[in-house]
């Protein structure tokens, strides 16, 4: 026992020994800092330079003689960084972290940070800001202009500590809890600049007075301690976690809780029920008690100690913030791009750390054509990121509510699913109208432009309201609201003006709920109906390749369905698909099969593997090579092949010097928009020009192992050809198409394994599974090989496990 109580004992002679220590450090440096700050009044006890007298040398011993001798040299090495201010060793120590956000906070002086003046996250900021401006200024108005023009002016340590915060997840920050003091020296003067009424960039802690703001403030130890000392009560064994402490902080506060019950306050607990009554007592208790809990916050952040120089809080206006994250969002052209890992790819290629392909920068200066057009889809997305967020918080939740009974879930999933669709509905009526005008704008432009200008519509109000309603469909079926669902499909499949690419997806889910899920009147009808879709969709040349095959078993099986006579049956045989054969692997599981852990089987040499790489031990022993690299190999793959497409000069996709790919590639508007140069390249691979083009490709960029979305420069070139040449010319070609098509949507669901024996030509594709249970692939992928295996690993016996895999040859 006496051993268990000596230990916090220690830890705060620890605690006193360090305070002490940089009570010490603050003094001894004092004089320095007073010289950096402020040189014109210390000129005199300046560092001696060449061409200065002895006085100058004099001066500085004397204004650091209270230093001791060991630490004088860290001190005079300190000052000489300062002046030569190298930018690159600020950046490149940028990951390291020391307490604290001032240099005089350090221990000691070896853990003093170097001072500089810049940084490349300003740098980054201000080039951002005079792109958007130079060229784009008629989006944005006058007072607008006027904020832009303040940032422009700002003192430089106001303005590193601004493009700081603007970095961070919008909320009160603590200062304390930051360290920019290689940027900034004085960062109380800094935020005392931003919260000045002639900037007005930010706010201090003196306007944080709700109590639910000061509480995310707080760390979980905090949250404990306050309530702790606040007896608030908190049922056992119920989660510790910041945001259920929250919601116990504020039912106490608002009299939804009673105080903790005492061993001695049964009297006391019995008189506080009587007044709660009273419902003005009550009133006046919760606000008692919220005032309390308010000064108990604040003196946890510090917002009290006026000496503190680091100041406690600060956030950025709601109002700056927006305007310059509208800013950014004109610069990157992407809506979801994240503004840390564009200015950090910037950084990376300034430090050499990182090279990104080589290509001419087509920067558009009449993106949207007028202000009205990038506020109308400013608003679109923010409405359409609402939406979003609301779906994804009710099912991300869902394990913690499954603790209810599925009636309650289910009841609870009903209500935010409908007031999800009330918010598609009411965009409705705006989106129909937005459709008309661009239907008519449509058919009066040619086909080279309407196929140019086609990604320019992602970043019209029109598609996202599209994306939005499309997903509001998804909700009426999860609602089991299945006549709304497809009226809403076919107002979608009506218009040809945004997102073709889903096409395919719309037909395939209104003719799975024409046959399955509509009940009212004759179901014949809802057949034939389902029927009809099913070919109108296979006639549409905007419906993509991988929607084909569900199409056709769709019709093949209505028309069983519907009796239709043999002779007017439609004959898919070109593209019938073979049935997988089996082979059965036996292995060794040395782990328990426990849910969600991966199983360890024993390798040949003994030792412990995954069944992936028991997989690959048996094709190694049959003469193949292989990795398990997923989609990895079939992305590098295609990134190399259609390299030059990719970086080929085109409006609208090249904005930003530090591209991976294209703004394009992710979306369908890529094979629209460059058509002609796709097909082209496909009949190259298809003519055997692949292994040329790729060699060569590959010559050229791995030295640098230069960055480019899906290629991975761990592979070996000889390995690339072999694969390549194994696939085969016309297989290799069908892959690019389907995923040039929409690379997004179409790269994902590759087998886990690739493996290749190269003297017989033969590669495989595997899908290794456990237990003999059988999981579906995408299924566009048995297009374009001829011969499909499965493997079904079984059972030998209570520690011997085997897993089924399917391999396509």
Not at 71 to 77: A, N, P, Q
Not at 93 to 102: E, H, R
Not at 688 to 713: H, N, P, Q
Request: one cysteine or more.
């Amino acid at each position: 026992m006496r051993k268990r109580n000596s230990q916090p004992v220690l830890q705060e002679k620890g605690n006193k020994k360090k305070k002490a220590i940089s009570e010490n450090s603050q003094r001894t440096l004092e004089s320095f800092f007073q010289k950096r700050q402020f040189p014109e009044e210390t000129s005199a006890c300046a560092s001696p330079i060449e061409g200065e007298d002895h006085n100058a040398t004099d001066s500085t011993t004397r204004t650091l003689e209270v230093i001791p001798d060991d630490r004088e040299s860290d001190l005079l090495l300190l000052e000489t960084l300062v002046k030569s201010n190298p930018i690159d060793y600020l950046e490149s120590q940028s990951n390291s972290s020391v307490p604290g956000s001032s240099v005089v906070d350090a221990i000691s002086p070896d853990e003093i940070q170097p001072f500089f003046a810049t940084s490349m996250y300003t740098d980054e900021f201000d080039k951002i800001m005079h792109t958007v401006l130079e060229n784009e200024k008629y989006l944005f108005t006058e007072e607008e202009l006027q904020i832009a023009e303040k940032h422009r002016v700002l003192h430089i340590e106001a303005k590193h500590l601004f493009v700081r915060i603007f970095l961070r997840k919008h909320k009160w920050i603590r200062l304390r809890k930051t360290d920019y003091s290689r940027n900034i020296a004085d960062i109380n003067n800094a935020r005392s600049i931003l919260c000045s009424p002639q900037i007005k960039f930010a706010r201090d802690e003196t306007e944080l007075v709700d109590l639910a703001h000061l509480l995310n403030i707080l760390l979980v130890d905090e949250l404990k301690a306050l309530i702790q000392n606040s007896r608030i009560p908190i049922p056992r064994g119920s989660a510790q976690n910041v945001g259920v402490l929250i919601n116990y902080i504020l039912d106490f506060a608002n009299g939804k809780q009673r105080p903790s019950p005492l061993k001695d306050n049964s009297q006391r607990l019995l008189g506080f029920e009587q007044k709660t009554k009273d419902d003005g007592f009550a009133e006046k208790e919760a606000q008692e008690r919220v005032q309390l809990l308010v000064s108990d916050v604040k003196a946890l952040i510090g917002s009290n100690h006026l000496l503190d120089d680091q100041g406690p809080c600060i956030i950025l206006e709601e109002t700056v913030r927006t305007l310059f994250e509208k800013i950014q969002f004109v610069y990157y052209r992407a809506s979801n791009q994240s503004n840390v890992s564009a200015m950090t790819a910037a950084i990376l290629v300034r430090t050499s750390r990182r090279t990104f392909p080589s290509y001419i920068v087509c920067r558009s200066n009449n993106f949207w054509p007028h202000r009205d057009d990038l506020l109308e889809y400013y608003e679109a997305v923010k409405v359409y990121q609402g939406f979003k967020d609301m779906i994804e918080d009710l099912y991300s939740n869902r394990r913690n509510e499954r603790a209810q009974s599925a009636e309650q879930w289910r009841c609870k999933e009903v209500e935010v699913l409908t007031i999800a669709w009330l918010q598609c509905e009411s965009i409705l009526e705006n989106w129909k109208v937005i459709i008309k005008k661009q239907e008519v704008k449509v058919t009066s432009d040619d086909d080279w432009d309407r196929a140019r200008l086609y990604f320019r519509k992602r970043f019209e109000a029109g598609w996202v309201y599209t994306h939005m309603i499309e997903d509001g469909a998804e909700v009426l079926g999860r609602l089991h609201e299945y006549e709304k669902e497809v009226l809403i499909l076919k107002t979608l499949l009506d218009q040809n003006v945004y997102r073709l690419g889903k096409r395919g997806a719309w037909f395939d889910r209104l003719a799975l709920v024409q046959m399955n899920h509509l009940r009212s009147g004759n179901r014949r009808i809802h057949l034939k109906a389902a029927l009809e879709t099913c070919t109108k969709a296979i006639r549409d040349p905007k419906v993509h390749l991988v929607y084909m095959s569900s199409l056709q078993r769709r019709i093949m099986r209505l028309e069983s369905m519907l009796n239709v006579p043999k002779r007017e049956q439609h004959d898919f045989f070109y593209n019938r698909l073979t049935t997988a054969t089996e082979r059965i692997i036996y292995g060794e599981r040395l782990s328990d099969a426990v849910v969600g852990v991966k199983s360890v089987f024993r390798n040949n040499d003994g030792g412990e593997c995954s069944v992936e790489e028991l997989a690959l031990g048996y094709y190694n022993k049959n003469g193949y090579k292989g990795f398990h690299s997923e989609n990895g190999i079939i992305k590098t793959i295609f990134g190399l092949l259609f390299w030059d497409i990719l970086f080929t000069p085109f409006p609208d996709v090249l904005e930003t010097p530090f591209q991976t790919a294209p703004l394009d590639l992710p979306t369908d508007a890529f094979f629209i928009g460059r058509s002609y140069e796709i097909y082209t390249r496909l009949r190259e691979i298809s003519n055997g020009k692949g292994l040329e083009i790729l060699k060569t490709v590959y010559d050229r960029e791995s030295k640098a192992k230069t960055w480019c979305i899906g290629v991975t420069w761990d592979y070996e070139l000889d390995d690339l050809l072999q694969i390549t040449e194994c696939i085969g010319a016309n297989a290799l070609s069908q892959i690019c198409k389907v995923f040039a098509e929409e690379y997004d949507h179409r790269t994902g669901g590759m087998p886990d394994l690739c493996c290749w024996n190269y003297e017989k030509k033969e590669c495989l594709f595997i899908e290794a599974q456990i237990h003999c249970f059988f999981i579906g692939v995408d299924r566009f992928i048995e297009q374009f090989w001829s011969k499909s295996r499965t493997l079904p690993y079984q059972d030998m016996g209570r520690r011997r496990r085997v897993a089924r895999s399917m391999i396509y040859n």
